[in-house]
């Protein structure tokens, strides 16, 4: 357990050294591509989050935890509105369903 959370606190400093920097503009994490903006801000995505925000997002995605991952995965489609457009989606689908099913 000791070993797994020095890892974690270690990635967080590399991500830390990574807002300081101005080395490179982006980096890619668990397929969540972290760009800062000339205001200081993070995007994630399409979507812009805080430098405390996006520090939060870092220690989620990192996480040994599916569920955590999945949570932060969640978070950053709901800012980018992609969540809704699922969700839209899936009740439209829902909708053809239930229409096929009562005209039978």
């Known amino acids: 357990m000791g070993q797994d959370q020095d890892h974690q606190e270690r990635l967080c400093e590399e991500f830390e050294l990574w807002l300081r920097s101005r080395f490179t503009e982006s980096i890619w994490v ?5 760009e800062r903006t000339p205001t200081g801000d993070i995007l994630v995505g399409d979507a812009l989050f805080s430098e ?3 520090k939060q997002l870092f220690r989620m995605l990192t ?4 569920i955590t991952r999945l949570n932060a995965t969640l978070i950053i489609w709901d800012r980018n509105g992609v969540l809704v457009k699922l969700l839209l989606a899936a009740a439209f689908l829902l909708l053809v369903l239930v229409y096929a099913w009562v005209k039978r």
Request: aromatic share 8%; proline share 8%; net charge positive.
């Open 30 to 34: 668990r397929g969540h591509r972290f």
């Open 52 to 54: 405390e925000e996006a």
């Open 63 to 66: 996480s040994r935890n599916p």
